[in-house]
Nanobody, 125 residues
Framework: QVQLVESGGGLVQAGGSLRLSCAASGRTFNSYAMGWFRQAPGKEREFVAATTPSGPTSYYTYYTDSVKGRFTISRDNAKNTVYLQMNSLKPEDTAVYYC???????????????WGQGTQVTVSS
């Protein structure tokens, strides 16, 4: 049974930083694509970032345009954890952020196969 547990959300002023963590269990971690999505009030859940295996110990990363240059996704396979470092935060980044795990090595922006419970990020102006 796959479990994804996020942490690290909170309240931050515009221009500040947060790092989200997602601890995964119930499945071999290093061979699968992982991602982050977010859902703002009144909006649909949207893709934020993903990391996919490109070799035994290397990974590709992908981002939605609005976070490129500000957010960084990374993973620590020894800890079964994926991170989202968020810098230069803007009020429009306010949302519930969800960790996502895919069934295979590829990702898709339309959704995921497994979800965490979400963590709230609020950016004040």
């Amino acid at each position: 049974q796959v479990q994804l547990v996020e942490s690290g959300g909170g309240l931050v002023q515009a221009g500040g930083s947060l790092r989200l963590s997602c601890a995964a269990s119930g499945r071999t971690f290093n061979s699968y694509a992982m991602g982050w999505f977010r859902q703002a009030p009144g909006k649909e859940r949207e893709f934020v970032a993903a990391t996919t295996p490109s070799g035994p110990t290397s990974y590709y990363t992908y981002y939605t345009d609005s976070v490129k240059g500000r957010f960084t996704i990374s993973r620590d396979n020894a800890k079964n954890t994926v991170y989202l470092q968020m810098n230069s935060l803007k009020p429009e980044d306010t949302a519930v952020y969800y960790c996502a795990m895919y069934r295979g090595r590829t990702y898709y922006r339309s959704g995921s196969d497994y979800w965490g419970q979400g963590t709230q990020v609020t950016v004040s102006s």
